[in-house]
């Protein structure tokens, strides 16, 4: 039986987010330059996608670049900036045929115009897409996200869109970029290291989290169905007891 088959269709996670870390250090281990290991990152990525589509999995949000990331030297940000273009525009035809629908969290403006027009066209071409949503955080951090989110209130208050008794949990998620998505169910983290990084805090308030040794261009979709396989293993209380998940499910 192959790890797909093991998977409960009827407990498959929603929404997968994952923090993509390790390529510098796979690289390095290979004597190549990081550049390198960030072009197997994007193999891995088309890895995953598939295979998350054909889990069943509704929205895959991957960490392509953080805010923290334009701190880098300048020559990694371009070679960066530059497979990003590169790639969107390589995959997009083969997205759209396999129904991947493309959007995009984080900081837009600061994005170089190249990488902008790749992106606008890659998502107007992929709109139509149904078979499973992928979330490109690029230029993201979560605490940049909510603090546009508190100036956007504010201002809609001061205009009289918005009164502060009509802030509640839900219409604060709507000024987060994730609008419309729902929450992730479970975060991957590849790497070895075992932090959040500014990602999608409020959003991963009650995912399961799930870390890994493996540098993210040998996750493969093996890797992807193990951290599945255990997700649908763990009891999701959302701050319940045991007894009343228990009870609830009969
Ligand atoms: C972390 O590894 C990875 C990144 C900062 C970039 C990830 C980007 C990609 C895989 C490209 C994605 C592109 C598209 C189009 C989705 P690291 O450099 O921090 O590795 P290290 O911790 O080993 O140094």
Known sequence: MSLLEKINNNKTPSHIAIIMDGNG???????KDRAYGHQEGVVAVRRVVEAAAKADVDFLTVYAFSTENWNRPDEEVDALMELMVYSIVKETPDLIKQGVRLALIGDYNRLPLKAKDALDKSLKET???????LILALSYSSKW????ALKQITHDIKE?????EEINEETFSNYLSTKGIPDPDLLIRTGGEKRISNFLLWQLAYAELYFTDTY??????EHLYKAILDFQCRERRFGKTSEQIKKEKL
């Open 145 to 148: 996200e909510i603090t546009e």
């Open 160 to 164: 009289k869109q918005l009164t502060s």
């Open 127 to 133: 709109a139509n897409g149904t078979k499973i949503t």
């Open 216 to 221: 993210w261009p040998d996750f493969d979709k």
């Open 25 to 31: 250090r796979w690289a390095k281990q290979r004597g």
